[in-house]
């Protein structure tokens, strides 16, 4: 008899590279059936679109999932109440309650983990600090059993992969459990070097939310008279619009294409936030282009000083913009720079992927 997987994703209301990583699971298990706390067909691939997606009662009331981040208390309830008796593989990819599913007793749970809850533990006072006094007490409140429901719930995991060694890190801090690293895919078939690139701008690829530090970017290319393109959506659109100047152009969204040819024609991609891991970097790098980020997070795992871009020490407009000078006193070869990326191709990770889960990775 056939074994049936199940997938839990948090939620499917865009492609980014958690969804990414879900795809090429995807593809090793191709009859699993996927659970979500939200599903907007829309707005993913057809890949994931092709398949059978239940999704929670959470889904139903349109209201929820145009402000979803606002029902965050509800989540863990929401997730637990997926019906999973009949699978014998359960399959979670995390980055905040998927791996809180109940499996079957004699199941076998494997969580890929993105990232611990951020909301609830490093990320908290950056994206709560904002909050008035009163709604400030609701939320340390919430966020409290939030913590302790994520460190119990850790103990129905059997076997937990990190997308990097920053997650993996964070897994030992937060739940005390071991975690074996396996990258996340890059389709480095699709990004490649383009020819004679115009490198004439910076770029940014990011959620455009307050722990990328945007601001410092922004800062650090206006005062070295430096054209800067952002690429990316989300909270904190209006205040970076405000403060962008004449010499940066925000692009809220473009298509696979447009992506690679900015990647290919920047000068270098630059970063000065944290990331889990960082798949912009990756896919800038398979096109050749190095990459100038701050040295803490993922981005350790992906760049080599020196040879695919320049790593910083401290997130401020100095060490940014010394960052960006040094690196005009180096030559990047693009050959080298893209070689880096090749060691996270999506091959790579259905390889690994597959030797985890049938015991023959070492």
């Known amino acids: 008899m056939a074994e049936k997987v199940a997938i839990i994703h948090d939620w499917l209301n865009g492609m980014r590279g ?16 996927i659970f979500s706390l939200f599903y907007e067909p829309d707005k993913v691939s057809p890949l994931i679109r092709s398949k059978q997606v239940f999704a929670s009662s959470l889904n139903r009331s349109a209201w929820i999932k145009r402000h979803y981040q606002l029902f965050l208390p509800w989540f863990p309830r929401h997730i637990e109440a997926f019906d999973l008796s009949d699978y014998s593989l359960v399959l979670s990819s995390s980055h905040c309650v998927a791996k809180g599913v109940i499996p079957a007793p004699d199941a076998r749970h494997v969580s890929y983990i993105h990232s611990p809850m951020r909301y609830a533990w490093d990320q908290y006072y950056t994206y709560f600090s904002g909050a008035g006094y009163f709604r400030r007490k609701i939320i340390q409140r919430e966020i409290s059993r939030l913590r302790v429901w994520d460190v119990c719930s850790a103990a129905r995991v059997d076997d937990f992969v990190a997308n990097s060694n920053f997650v993996r890190q964070r897994i030992e801090k937060y739940y005390r459990r071991r975690a074996t690293v396996i990258h ?3 389709d480095t078939d ?3 070097p383009g020819v004679h690139p115009s490198r004439d701008y910076f770029l940014l690829v990011s959620a455009l939310v307050p722990y990328k530090n945007i601001s410092v970017v922004i800062e650090a290319c206006r005062q070295l008279g430096e054209k800067l393109i952002i690429v ?3 909270p904190e659109h209006k205040k970076i619009k ?6 940066c152009e925000i692009l809220s969204a473009v298509s696979a294409e447009k992506l690679k040819a900015l990647y290919q024609n920047a000068r270098a991609f630059v970063f000065a936030g944290v990331e889990d891991f960082g798949i912009a970097f990756a896919e800038c790098q398979a096109c050749g282009t190095p990459v100038i980020a701050l040295n803490r997070g993922g981005v350790q795992d992906i760049v080599r000083h020196g040879v695919s871009g320049i790593l910083f020490a401290e997130a401020s407009v100095a060490a940014l913009k010394n960052a960006i000078l040094d690196s005009g006193n180096i030559t ?3 050959a080298a720079t893209r070689e880096m990326s090749l060691q996270f191709s999506a091959a790579r990770f259905r390889s690994q992927f597959f030797e985890f889960i049938s015991g023959k990775m070492q």
Request: proline share 12%.
């Open 332 to 334: 990047f070869e693009p």
């Open 18 to 33: 958690g969804e990414k990583v879900l795809e090429e699971i995807l593809r090793l298990y191709p009859d699993a059936h």
């Open 232 to 234: 990316g959506r989300g």
């Open 242 to 247: 405000k403060t962008a100047g004449r010499g």
């Open 184 to 186: 996340p895919p890059v």
């Open 190 to 192: 699709f990004y490649q």
